[in-house]
């Protein structure tokens, strides 16, 4: 931890002014800018960059390994609220007109790992926003929450590309719409458990709510720069995307809306493509994250497919199919191969993650393996 900090002052002391971008884009948008910007980063393409984005238009974004099924995907599209699905990325980031985000853009050399990512940004930044404009009892709940007792003020997401590192947080200024929860969400059982979410308007919590007056966008945007000028000493002018930025953005956002991006992980889905006499189950753990493992075995109770979902994050962005491709052909009998094989495919594939660890992770296969294996054909 020592060298860590050591060697975040050394950055900071040698750091040179990166760029400020302000923007309304969407928040489907916003997060196939994650993707761009971290290669970008990663190639020496771009400085570090502070990105201030006030949502021109509602939207609803996937993550990477986000079910289908968890929201109600007629009534969204029904309703014309934009989707898209990163290539990258934890939960749904659902963000109306209007919502705030706030992203850094810069290297391992700042944040080493997903868990720093987070931790410094949402944990130290974000949080020192909310109590400056005066949500003095605002907290961090790890991995990327800023919450007031239980209502959600913001909440965070990172990804890594080689040293390229981005790591944002919607800000909730102005009270958020509920349309979301009580529209398109479904909810999992643990949460329908939850006495808080039998009054939906009271799970997120804002500025213009919690802090004794509203601040505008602009008072949030100059706060931010000082606050991330004094904990990490960067400087910022104002600045714009690159010509290949814009164009990197703009094909990644064709691709990631269209409709087979989009539903592409789906376990009900995945289900009906099963073959009839294969078993499969499905085990759901809730860690710091949620971890979703469904699991298909054929007849001779060897492992043919794997879903994994959940709102966990992993770097690299194909380490998870990785993992996944290295469990096919295992005998589903075998906890300890089952368990090496997933050991090292994180281990050879270099895989950082957050939200889980790894026992955690091999539990929620092991589980599902087991499930599967007690189904009748």
């Known amino acids: 931890m020592l060298e860590q900090l050591e060697r975040r002052e050394k950055k900071f002391r040698t750091q040179s002014k990166g ?4 923007s309304d884009m969407s928040g489907v948008e916003l997060l196939v800018a994650f993707d761009v910007l971290s290669k970008m980063r990663d190639a020496g393409k771009i400085p570090d960059t502070l990105l201030f984005v006030s ?5 609803l974004s996937l993550g990477k390994y986000e079910d289908l099924d968890e929201i109600r995907y007629k009534a969204v599209r029904r309703d014309g609220v934009l989707v898209g699905r990163r290539e990258s990325g934890a939960g749904t980031y659902y963000a109306p007109k209007g919502q705030i985000a706030a992203v850094l853009v810069t290297t391992t050399d700042i944040f080493p790992n997903l868990e720093e990512a987070e931790r410094i940004w949402a944990g130290e930044i974000v949080l020192e926003l909310f109590i400056r404009v005066g949500v003095l009892d605002a907290y961090y709940s790890h991995p ?5 007792d239980d209502k959600k003020l913001g909440g965070s997401t990172s990804l890594i590309w080689g040293k390229g590192v981005v790591v944002g947080t919607f800000i909730n200024r102005l009270t958020p719409s509920v349309k979301f929860f009580t529209d398109y969400y479904v909810y999992p059982e643990e949460k329908l458990k939850d006495k808080l979410l039998r009054d939906v308007t009271m799970y997120a919590g804002s500025m213009e709510k919690d802090a004794p007056r509203t601040p505008t966008e602009e008072e949030v945007k100059s706060l931010l720069l000082t606050i991330v000028k004094q904990k990490l000493g960067m400087d910022f002018t104002p600045g714009n995307f690159t010509e290949e930025e814009k164009e990197m953005i703009a094909e990644g956002f064709k ?3 269209a409709e087979e991006a989009v539903t592409s992980v789906s376990k009900s889905r995945w289900y009906s493509k099963l073959p009839n006499d ?20 054929d007849q001779t109770k060897k492992i043919r497919d794997i879903l994994i979902t959940g709102d966990f994050l992993l770097s690299p962005p194909d380490g998870l199919e990785k993992v996944v491709n290295s469990l096919k052909g295992i005998s589903a009998d075998n906890q300890k191969t089952i ?3 997933i050991v090292e495919a994180f281990k050879n594939n270099k895989i950082d993650y957050t939200g889980f660890t790894l026992e955690e992770f ?9 499930l599967a294996m007690q189904q009748k054909t």
């Open 255 to 257: 691709k990631l809306t």
């Open 278 to 297: 294969w078993r499969a189950a499905t085990f759901r753990y809730k860690s710091e994250r949620t971890i979703n493992a469904s699991v298909a075995i």
């Open 362 to 370: 091999i539990k929620t296969i092991i589980e599902a393996t087991n």
């Open 339 to 341: 368990s090496n094989a």
């Open 19 to 22: 760029r400020l971008i302000v």
């Open 55 to 59: 949502h021109g238009k509602e939207s």
């Open 144 to 148: 990327g929450d800023i919450r007031k």
